[in-house]
T-cell receptor, first 111, second 115 residues
Framework: TQLLEQSPQFLSIQEGENLTVYCNSS?????LQWYRQEPGEGPVLLVT?????EVKKLKRLTFQFGDARKDSSLHITAAQPGDTGLYLC???????????FGKGTLLTVNP | DTGVSQDPRHKITKRGQNVTFRCDPI?????LYWYRQTLGQGPEFLTY????????KSRLLSDRFSAERPKGSFSTLEIQRTEQGDSAMYLC?????????????FGPGTRLTVL
């Protein structure tokens, strides 16, 4: 059972376009982390959101945690080819410490 | 470089052989995790250590898998009698252990191919 659903699974856009990817769950998480992974490498942590309704910005990336702490979104403004990669969301609960990952959104930004 | 390191980066083995992977976490991180990632999937939790104690094991971790963290620093993951289904990227992560955020930092992974 996939506890975290990410959409879309694949996204191919042109440089300069905006995009949003989604991470949805029926479960509540104490925190949610977004990672970016390139082929053959480990995931790199982008941001952690903790509070329901929280919005964090990282340059052209905007992350939002849902009010109920069940879902999250990542918005990229003016995408660049360097943004290409697999974007993973992962939820954590205070009851244990393991991360539950979604399948990821594979983003390709064409020059 | 003070990030998580893993060795080897790639391993090709024949079915039935044993393999061992090593993970060196970020210094002073007391929690260490192993995950497995197959093509088209996100990482899946395998096991977790706090210092030298192994606190949780996934049911994905069959009897052929064993992990250790003898001195609470580096960790090893051994797979005995490898099978083709064990082919995957094995990822190690560490965290400093803040209960709320639990930010985990990943190593580059070990890509295992079982022929």
């Amino acid at each position: 059972t996939q506890l975290l659903e990410q959409s879309p699974q694949f996204l191919s856009i042109q440089e300069g376009e905006n995009l949003t990817v989604y991470c949805n769950s029926s479960s509540v998480f104490s925190s949610l982390q977004w990672y970016r992974q390139e082929p053959g490498e480990g995931p790199v942590l982008l941001v952690t959101v903790v509070t329901g309704g929280e919005v964090k910005k990282l340059k052209r990336l905007t992350f939002q945690f849902g009010d109920a702490r069940k879902d999250s979104s990542l918005h990229i403004t003016a995408a660049q080819p360097g943004d290409t990669g697999l974007y993973l969301c992962a939820g954590a609960r205070r009851s244990n410490y393991k991360l539950t990952f979604g399948k990821g959104t594979l983003l390709t930004v064409n020059p | 470089d003070t990030g998580v390191s893993q060795d080897p980066r790639h391993k090709i083995t024949k079915r039935g052989q044993n393999v061992t992977f090593r993970c060196d976490p970020i210094s002073e991180h007391n929690r260490l995790y192993w995950y497995r990632q197959t093509l088209g999937q996100g990482p899946e939790f395998l096991t977790y250590f706090q210092n030298e104690a192994q606190l949780e094991k996934s049911r994905l971790l069959s009897d052929r898998f064993s992990a250790e963290r003898p001195k609470g620093s580096f960790s090893t993951l051994e797979i005995q009698r490898t099978e083709q289904g064990d082919s995957a990227m094995y990822l190690c992560a560490s965290s400093v252990g803040l209960a709320v955020t639990n930010e985990q930092f990943f190593g580059p992974g070990t890509r295992l191919t079982v022929l």
